[in-house]
């Protein structure tokens, strides 16, 4: 505690961190292992701060206030953060990466090794529309691919000797919609002014939707693995990727993710309908682990979420969902809803955490 407690102020000594192995799937192909015994990842998407700004527009001017977050992510019993690195943060053209970008990485690698927090680094993000490189969206589809590619091969070289790394999750919920789109329109329509959601293609052109995502995944599992064969692979699936009558991503996992480690799905379950966000979970175990990138009581209560998670414990390899900045003390000082429900749910995860130890 009193180490955490330096590091919140920033006057922590400079320490040599423990060393750790890299992450790797348990023999049981459903769960993670590492230094010889199991890994359960319970840890938050730190993707942006309480006012909703991204991490890469606040690391450079207020390093302290990352570190303390990640001091403050520790003591709530998080083992694992998931980092959204937006592309035209990392890119400053097709072929071209940006080498500020790729050393602030390093640091939080190394910021991330002193606290003991495994990082899992999600790419291509962009969520905020007014940061998308021109240059980007004036993309075709191969193009664009192959910007994917440039942002991955130097990302995977940069970090493949940083065992604090989990795993590379190639984008945030990508989808192929069936038809043809609007030139540049690239992205899903916006949720709380960020856009999550990313097209991989304006033209179906007759392919089979899953055959495209499929070419997308391989192509980049190939870039990556031919600069890093340490750190495993995933992509975070909308739990509408099933094929399912409906609405679907087209990312269908059995018959897309194949090349990957392992699978991300971002599922809210609802209240009243714990069966039905079940049967959704089950539906993406392919004899892969099954980790919930994204959660949160959004749509139940907290202790709802709390006793889901727990129910289905056996069928999930990890856990991950929101922390923005706040501290639980900050949040119950607050008078809004929103704060409210955010500190109801981080005490009912830190319970969790504690449970699982």
């Not at 010889?36 to 909703?52: E, I, S």
């Not at 975070?236 to 699978?263: A, Y």
């Not at 319970?351 to 699982?356: G, H, P, R, V």
């Amino acid at each position: 505690m009193i180490t955490l407690l330096l590091l919140l102020m920033g006057q922590a000594q400079p320490f040599t961190p423990k060393p750790v192995d890299f992450i790797r799937i348990a023999a049981d192909k459903s769960s993670f292992e590492t230094d010889g015994k199991l890994w359960r990842p319970m840890g938050f998407n730190y993707d942006h701060d309480d006012a909703g700004v991204l991490l890469e527009d606040y690391w450079d001017r207020d390093w302290d206030r990352v570190r303390g977050d990640f001091a403050e992510m520790k003591a709530l019993g998080a083992n694992a953060a998931r980092i959204h690195l937006q592309l035209g943060k990392f890119l400053e053209g097709p072929t071209t990466p940006n080498r500020a970008a790729m050393a602030k990485l390093r640091l939080l690698c190394q910021l991330a090794s002193q606290i003991g927090i495994r990082l899992n680094l999600t790419g291509l993000g962009c969520y905020h529309k007014k940061d998308v490189p021109q240059w980007y969206d004036a993309l075709d589809e191969k193009g664009r691919w192959d910007a994917h590619a440039t942002f991955w091969k130097t990302i995977a070289r940069e970090i493949k000797h940083e065992p604090i790394v989990f795993c590379l999750d190639l984008m945030n919920e990508p989808v192929v919609t069936g038809g043809k789109r609007q030139p540049g329109d690239w992205l899903g329509p916006p949720f709380a002014g960020k856009h999550f959601v990313q097209h991989i293609t304006l033209d179906q052109a007759n392919r089979p939707r899953f055959e495209i995502a499929k070419a997308w995944i391989d192509q980049l599992v190939k870039v990556i693995r031919a600069e890093n064969n340490k750190h495993l692979l995933t992509v975070g699936l909308v739990d509408w990727s099933l094929d399912r009558p409906g609405l679907t991503s087209g990312f269908i996992p059995e018959k897309c993710c194949q090349n990957l480690d392992f699978i991300s799905v971002h599922l809210y379950p609802k209240q009243g309908k714990m069966a039905e966000a079940r049967k959704t979970l089950l539906g993406f175990k392919m004899g892969k682990p099954v980790v919930l990138e994204e959660t949160f009581a959004l749509a139940c209560s907290a202790k709802d979420l709390g006793q889901f998670l727990q129910s289905n414990q056996a069928d999930l390899g990890g856990v991950f969902t929101f922390y923005w900045g706040k501290p639980i003390e900050q949040l119950k000082a607050s008078k809004t809803i929103g704060d409210a429900i955010l500190s109801e749910w981080l005490t009912e995860f830190r319970a969790l955490t504690l449970n699982q130890k």
